[in-house]
């Protein structure tokens, strides 16, 4: 069995320090779902057409020969500071061994300074060799980049080996085989480096930081003495394996957070009769012991949302001029999300009430609606609504724009694909984004509490009116935060009222050099007060003048972010905030109008 070399990258001009690296996803998401949700994800992304392919994360316990095999011909070198030298002395070593198949594989070449043609894979460079590569797919969900480092912050060690198998022409196949660590930097001598590290193939020459795959036979040997899921006649796809995961918690909890992680994120891979090209299948063992992954029939939470989407898919395939055939739940409402200016359908929006039975192992996942985008069918968010009045009970929603804004929202996701934030995006492609998240909040409020159903609603509609603290902002013809205001346009004075929020000042923000001209941004800073711990602060927003008579439509005000003690926010629907706190919210709006903003207060 060949050695591999052990190459370890020193550094250069604009080269990320290790840590840096694994920092780049945030702590947004737990291990065990970032894990999941990125490396299902680049499966995702990497299937192959007219295939299901499969997904497996396998957790196991290496020892013997196999930590021999990693010790002696794999690991012949490595940093001071990774630790991995002390986890191969140990008698036994956790693993986990994540695979696909009916995947492509990492294919394309594997040198990252070798140009391609267009629409030329280059998974292999993406996924091996570079950090925050863009996703190998058009609209796809995953990002190859991030998804490696998600893997990378999996392990102790920070330490994976990489085996994959790939079609290089009519009935030829390839296997090749490297592993890699992202460790902290450290010094070896008078040389610094960046803590990336490969073991594979040091080509001739005298850069000595190059590193090629081990291929063919021997890439074979070392995989299958190694990983227990091997490749069988005319497989390709990709196995992974994570040395020394870590379990904060123990592996049972982060078994267990895993199998719930799959319904809450995967489950629209998994909807029985649906489309080949839609499913995935998907499984988890625990020392080859394979265990059950809740689905519909074990929980209510998970076929509603089954509904759901079957009704959007319905109404986005008629919309397109398709036959659609699928049945839809009656049950399930189903609204258009239309922005008004410019006129354009932003996307699809389904409800239905869910009577969730005690027991049911996703019952904290009702009253939320599931954002995803429109091809990729990944989940986003759950998006919670709590403070709306709710005359249903429990109920749930999945929303799905229509496929010629996928690119948007695809666009205004962070690196780990868990939030759409439209601050991040263009002008125009940021008053959709915004308007379809706010009107999806205005299509719930009135799911849960209809019209006919709440007419004597109005005087405790008045009564939140009367609690809220108003405040009319106004820009001027110089945007700097100093300019004095236009002539006849004066600002209106901040009037208070009692009120669990209070605003105390707001100010024109400077435009960015590279901010849209045309939006002008207010920075208002409110003060939360409560004899509670929490506030939820609700904006309402609109364009308009002294007595609050609208001049435009109100699509063109929206929330930029908000700004709290634990850091920025992104949701035009209000956020909480502890009592006492003082916070900013920034809300853009076309230059050269007013604005009419009332931020609402409640207990949370």
Known sequence: MINLDWIAKPFGPGDIAGDGTKKLLGTSVATPSLLLRETAQNSWDARLVDEVPEYQMRFRRIGGEVISVLRDHVFTGTSPSSGLAEVLRSPGVEAIEIHDRGTCGLDGPTNNDSQVGEGEPTNYRDFVLTVGAPRSRTLGGGTYGFGKAAAFRASTCGTLVIWTRILVGPGQFEERLIAAAVNPNFQLGNRRYTGQQWWGVRPQGNDSSVVQPVRGADARAIGEAVFERTFGPGETGTSLLVLSPAYEDGRDSFVSETRSAVPINLWTKRLPNQASSRRMNISLTVDGEAIHIPDSHDSRVIAAKESCLQAVRHAQAVGDGVEASAEVDPSVTVEEIWCRSPRTLVGHLAVTPCAVPPGDPFK??????????????????????????????????????????????????????????????????????????????????????????????????????ATALGVLARPVADRSASAAPRPGRQSRDVKARTSKVEVTGYELVPPSDDGDPSTAVTR????????????????????????????????????????????????GD??????????TVDVCYPDGVAIDCTFLGEDA
């Open 524 to 571: 208002i800073t409110l003060l939360a007060r409560s004899d509670g711990d929490y506030v939820r602060v609700t904006p309402k927003l609109d364009i308009g003048i002294d007595g609050r008579n609208s001049l435009g439509d109100p699509d063109e005000v929206y929330i930029g972010s908000w700004t709290t003690s634990e850091g920025v926010k992104y949701d």
């Open 364 to 465: 904290s996942h009702e009253n939320r609606v599931t954002l995803m985008r429109n091809q990729a069918e990944l989940v986003v968010e759950d998006r919670e609504y709590p403070n709306y009045r709710n005359m249903i009970g429990e109920w749930v929603g999945v929303f799905k724009p229509v496929r010629e804004l996928d690119s948007a929202f695809s666009a205004s996701e962070p690196p780990t694909h868990d939030s759409w934030n439209p601050n991040s995006l263009e002008s125009a492609h940021k008053r959709l984004v915004n308007t379809g998240l706010r009107r999806i909040g205005e299509e719930v409020r009135t799911f849960l509490a209809p019209a006919d159903a709440v007419e004597d609603e109005t005087q405790e509609s008045t009564s939140q009116l």
């Open 574 to 583: 209000g956020i909480r905030v502890r009592s006492g706190e003082t916070f």
